[in-house]
């Protein structure tokens, strides 16, 4: 069940895990694993990858990495399948991210002697990227009807679901909003009109996806097993500055 309807998707790089996701999906589909569960089971492979970074075994890193992946888009799936969308599973998935893509920077760091400030300036890049990225996703499934769970703007608690707690959709919407705000607010600053515009191509789409959470994590795992880990932070403030450039190529196809 994709986010978009065939005929609006795009090559999506950060994607790669999707079909093995939707195998995951639908074997647990009448089971009582709910989506929840399957996201608690991605923040158990991420925390194993890093134990593999901090002992140096880099390809059971590289594994856990992917299988944290395909298990992110496995939860989102198995919720489409189910039925079951929940604002209380989407935040704790973009909270659940948001917290091991901390570990990992900081895990790189650890490994790699790095400054500290450089660090947190790669991790800063890294969720920019991600914003970038699920802004114009976002932007799209919700011009197209495609699954709209997440929302462009993030200003205000959504009304809970049948199937969840009202008040704990407001505990994690204010988590959400802590760990997200502040990003959210810096892109929509950069291209606030994006979401009035129409062109938003797919071959831009395909290239902006690269900043999604599954290539950053390849990424990284193949910096550790080529012995490039060193360059993993340097790498990913360099690459920040794609933003700019992505904006701009969306702005001025627009004029």
Known sequence: MPKLPLQNQFFDLSDYGRPIALIIAQSLKNTNCTPIHVTLSFVVSG????????????????????????????DGELARI????????????????????????LTIWHITNSDIFLALLAFVGIQLQGTLYNYYYVILR?????????????????????????????????????CYGAYDRIIYGLDKNAFKEKRLPNWLMTAVSSFGLGFQLLFIGLFLVLGLKAYIIPFFIGYSLMIFVFILIRQMLNR
Do not use: C
Request: proline share 2%.
């Open 47 to 74: 925390l194993i990858a890093i134990g593999f970074m901090l002992y140096g075994q880099y390809w059971g890193a590289l594994f856990f990495l992917i299988l944290k992946s395909i298990l992110d888009a496995a």
């Open 82 to 105: 189910k039925n079951t969308p929940s604002h209380t599973g989407r935040y704790f998935d973009s909270i659940s991210d948001f917290i091991l893509n901390l570990f990992f920077i």
């Open 142 to 178: 919700n011009r197209f009807n495609g699954d709209t769970t997440s929302r462009i703007f993030e200003n205000k608690v959504p009304k809970a679901f049948d199937s969840e707690n009202q008040k704990t959709v407001d505990l994690f919407y204010s988590i959400y909003s802590f």
